[in-house]
């Protein structure tokens, strides 16, 4: 069982993923990204799925064409959960090598 | 300049592609699918998405866990045309075979 962030965890959490917003109703963190074509979109997302697959904590995402949306939220632990921050965290690394 | 189909072209079609259902608001058909995980989930992704490249014609679809949601319509036509029915008549193949 994994333990939701408490309000101190999520709001340093928060203040460390500059990129994505606060969802407040699912508890969750979004982040939307854009990328030159839809190959590069899935490509990007292909590295995600791997990343989630081998987490085994998987994103709520969706794609039109070039733009990616990626939501994080923990079922199990009812919100955020420290499983969150580290996909996010692992997500901004890719967006930025 | 691809043309939007007409009604009785988009009856035809809807006839034919029975696991799909209509948007009206959107002028678009959907198609929701349940796989057995994520993995399989996003290798059917993947080879959507490499249909919907050589097509030059994309989806809007999301993905939670093993669930997938596509949405097929033409922006350049405002609404339904033959490249929905084609690339909607591919993936029902990928999920027959």
Do not use: C
Not at 33 to 58: C, S, Y
């Amino acid at each position: 069982m994994v333990e939701q962030l408490s309000e101190a965890e999520r709001a340093e959490a928060l203040d460390a993923l500059s990129d994505w917003d606060y969802d407040e109703g699912r508890d969750a963190i979004v982040r939307r990204v854009a990328f030159g074509d839809f190959a590069e979109a899935f490509g990007f997302m292909a590295r995600v799925a791997i990343l989630a697959e081998k987490a085994d904590h998987h994103p709520e995402w969706s794609n039109v064409y070039n733009r990616v949306e990626i939501l994080l939220t923990t079922h199990d632990a009812g919100g955020l959960s420290h499983r969150d921050v580290e996909l996010a965290t692992a997500i901004d690394a890719i967006l930025e090598a």
